[in-house]
Nanobody
Framework: QVQLVESGGGLVQTGGSPRLSCRAA?????????MGWFRQAPGKEREFVAS????????GYADFMKDRFTISKDNGKSTLSLQMNSLKPEDTAVYYC???????????????WGQGTQVTVSS
């Protein structure tokens, strides 16, 4: 089974612009998967952040992001990315990448999940 590995999290100041990445372990390809980013803050339910089609030609975002985040997919490098800008303390959460057959904001669309990477935004 394909394992997903996230990276790029850490402690960031308010207004910072970290870039999260997700790749498949052991050289597997992500080219055939629709993919998404979700996040879960302490004491809250997991929520949708962004998703992208298998080709990278289509994408969708949660309303709260208001053009601050950009999802991208490089099938040649088999990598998913999330560029985050103008971070706020309320963006603090564990961020998860996911892969599946269907693109969209429903977590049920995705069969594969990474372990998550912590993003902490200091005020």
């Amino acid at each position: 089974q394909v394992q997903l590995v996230e990276s790029g999290g850490g402690l960031v100041q308010t207004g910072g612009s970290p870039r999260l990445s997700c790749r498949a372990a052991s050289g597997h390809t992500l080219a055939n998967f629709a993919m998404g980013w979700f996040r879960q803050a302490p004491g809250k339910e997991r929520e949708f952040v962004a998703s992208i089609t298998w080709s990278g030609g289509g994408s969708g975002y949660a309303d709260f992001m208001k053009d601050r985040f950009t999802i991208s997919k490089d099938n040649g490098k088999s990598t998913l990315s999330l560029q985050m800008n103008s971070l706020k303390p309320e963006d603090t959460a564990v961020y998860y990448c996911a892969a599946g057959a269907r693109y969209g904001k429903d977590a049920g669309n995705y069969d594969l999940w990474g372990q998550g990477t912590q993003v902490t935004v200091s005020s």
